[in-house]
């Protein structure tokens, strides 16, 4: 079938929920899931039903059906989860997500599925469907499909126990906001736009949520201590008490499945069909990475101490409350680069734009602004054209909305398969900007997301061409995934780039290449600390998964390894880890960053620093790397485009950028 005849088919009401009614209706949203998991069902009993010899045709495709409505179902359960306006669908939702996870863990225990796929003769299948297989049949061991009857109930309980605790937990940080108050002098660094989106009232008082556009400029800009403090603690604790008990209760879950199963922590099961392949290989990766960034935060840590003693002599130590200002202010003074002087440079649309046209130029596709509907109104909806043929479908859902999920993340709409499914993916973040009356400054950190979360949208559109549903675009080991989104991230350093789009929002001025230059020196300063604090996040996420749950005190062992691993001054009241999302889908991985860095920056070297959109590397890293998705391992995929395994020459070379040669006498 022609691709273009194929796209028009399969854009549906059958393909997108929200056109059957599912973002305003929890009935319509039931009966929709309803249909996809019936459909799964009925795959399923044609392939149990088979007689005769197993072939890839009577087996493997049968179950890949099944998979594609899983997915699919569960791909957008999760969407309207995170997104959907009213909170009973949000809520329906959350069931819905759950009993599709439910039926994803009946098929990793059915034995019978199991038996079909062994038995079928894949030795001269091409190296995608036998990666496929391999991977397929390894996942089905782990999940503990071999043992009795009565261990395989018991799984099944207890993964449906781990997915409540994990949608519980997700679902009380996005619904957990908070607000504090503050006065008007309180808010003394602050820019100008803030302070105008910011008015007091009657009583002289300013609200302020600990939505990211809120929180996030209170901790780089605010010289009131005692502001960014309320800030601070309102942010950490808006999920707790709450989830507090459920990750206790989630941890304590995860390690009974793996008891069952053999293992000896989730940490060893939850590694085993990763590439790190072992608990005890990221403890050796995490030793590396705390050599290889132990010098460099001391020496970043004195500069910033001193420079604050300058400011107030007598100070003993920065605390956790006020890094963030003090790098800010440290960059002004010795870099003599002020992050708010690029805001203006980085309205919200403009930005879209530039970083929507370097990715169609980095990997040769055009992207067209579709009058097809999203789920609300706010969503801007994007098809992906290649020469000519409709290839895919992207839905931009970019700032804050009540009660919708308040982090930055881009999630799968509907999984591709070649000449079955178009591949659609979105991204749901909470920007700054959306309402005609507010421009949308970001911050520079702020574009450099963008650019992250755009490249896990590539890899779900590009990767979202493969001949099987269960290798199609984020389906690569976790550990990989992280790849793609921060191989784009260093796009944003690129000067000539960054000049197509960034231009100041009232004048029309490009950003002055001095003041690039600057902000690429100041953004090099702190990337030892961005380590550290990694490492941090990293072992916390690791030891949860690594001992006994009885015996975790989750405020000892979270302020413990702070203290050891991070020079600032721990706070009393913090309760980060309830508000620490990544736990429920990374679980012991977070890992997955750091060790991905590593890779992601060496894939950078390859790139043509003088011509990085030109250059062949683009092409190579695309047909290489993202159209693969999981067709074959991570491993190979490195070695492809690199010819090698990946080094932490080039990891370690962005570690220690040079920035003391530009210092300015910090402390003058
Ligand atoms: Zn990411």
Redesign the pocket.
Same mark, same amino acid.
């Given at each position: 079938m022609p691709a273009e005849t194929v796209a028009a088919t399969q854009v549906s009401k059958e393909v997108h929920s929200w056109e059957a009614g599912g973002a305003t209706s929890p009935e319509a949203l039931t009966a929709w899931v309803g249909a996809r998991l019936a459909g799964h069902e009925a795959a399923l009993a044609a392939l149990l039903a088979v007689e005769g010899p197993r072939t890839i045709e009577n087996t493997l495709r049968l179950y890949d059906a099944a998979l594609e409505q899983l997915s699919l179902a569960g791909a957008q359960a999760g969407v309207l989860n995170s997104v959907a306006k009213e909170k009973a669908v949000r809520d329906q939702a959350q069931m819905e997500a759950q009993r599709v996870a439910m039926a994803g863990s009946a098929l990793s225990l059915n034995r019978g599925v199991y038996d079909a796929l062994v038995a079928m003769d894949i030795s001269s299948a091409d190296s995608a469907t036998r990666h496929f297989v391999e991977r397929t049949r390894l996942q089905y061991r782990l999940s503990g499909v071999d043992k009795d009857q009565a261990t395989r109930d018991r799984l099944q309980a207890l993964h449906e126990k781990a997915t409540k605790h994990s949608l519980d937990f997700s679902r009380n940080i996005q619904e957990g906001g908070k607000t504090i108050v503050a006065t008007l002098s309180e808010l003394d660094g602050l820019p100008p736009d803030y302070l105008s989106r910011h008015q007091p009232d009657a009583r002289g008082q300013i609200t302020l949520t600990t939505d990211q556009p809120d929180m996030q400029p209170v901790m780089t800009f605010a010289s009131d201590h005692d502001l960014r403090e309320r800030m601070f603690l309102a942010y950490n604790t808006r999920a707790y008490p709450a989830n507090q008990q459920i990750l206790l209760d989630l941890l304590a879950t995860r390690q009974e499945i793996a008891s069952v199963l053999g293992f000896s922590s989730w940490a060893d099961l939850a590694t085993a069909d990763q590439m790190m392949g072992s608990a005890a290989n990221v403890r050796k990766f995490l030793a590396r990475l705390e050599e290889a960034s132990r010098d460099g935060a001391v020496r970043e840590h004195e500069l910033v101490l001193e420079f604050v003693r300058s400011k107030q002599p007598g100070l003993k130590a920065i605390d956790i409350t006020s890094r963030g200002y003090w790098y800010e202010q440290f960059r002004r003074s010795a870099f003599d680069f002020d992050s708010q002087s690029v805001r203006p440079y980085f309205p919200y649309k403009q930005v879209e734009a530039g970083v929507l046209e370097t990715a169609a130029k980095l990997f040769k596709i055009e992207f067209r602004r579709s009058d097809a509907a999203g789920w609300d109104p706010a969503v801007s909806v994007y098809d992906v054209y290649e020469e000519g043929v409709h290839v895919g479908r992207f839905y931009l859902d970019m700032h804050p909305r009540d009660g919708k999920d308040k982090w930055f993340s881009?999630a799968p709409v509907v999984t591709g398969v070649r000449a079955r499914y178009m591949p659609e993916a979105a991204l749901i973040c909470n920007f700054p900007g959306g309402d005609p009356d507010d421009p949308g400054l970001l911050q520079y950190s702020d574009v450099v997301t963008f650019f *992250? #979360?755009f490249g *896990?949208l590539m890899h779900a559109i590009l990767g979202g061409q493969t001949q099987w549903a269960g290798v199609s675009g984020f389906a690569t080991e976790g550990d990989f995934i #992280?790849v793609p989104?921060q191989m784009l991230e260093e796009f944003f350093r690129d000067e000539n780039l960054l000049q197509t789009f960034a231009k100041h929002y009232e004048t029309g001025e490009v950003l002055p290449s001095e003041i690039i230059r600057k902000m690429k020196t100041a953004g090099s300063f702190g990337r030892a600390d961005w380590v550290r604090t990694q490492l941090y996040y990293t072992t916390l996420s690791l030891d949860l998964h690594d001992q006994d749950p009885a015996t975790i005190d989750l405020d000892e062992i979270t302020k413990r390894l702070y203290t050891s691993l991070v020079p600032w001054t721990w706070l009393d009241g913090n309760r980060m880890y309830a508000s620490f999302g990544h736990l429920t889908g990374y679980s012991s991985n977070y890992y997955t960053y750091a060790f991905d860095k590593v890779i992601a920056l060496d894939f950078f070297g390859q790139f043509d620093p003088a011509d990085l959109l030109g250059c062949d590397a683009g092409a190579r890293y695309r047909k290489l790397v993202l159209e693969q998705g999981g067709s074959k391992p991570g491993r190979e995929m490195v070695r492809d485009f690199l010819g090698r395994d990946e080094e932490f020459a080039a990891f370690s070379k962005w570690l220690n950028e040079e920035f003391e040669s530009q210092l300015i006498s910090a402390t003058a």
């Open positions: 881009a *992250h #979360e *896990h #992280e989104s």
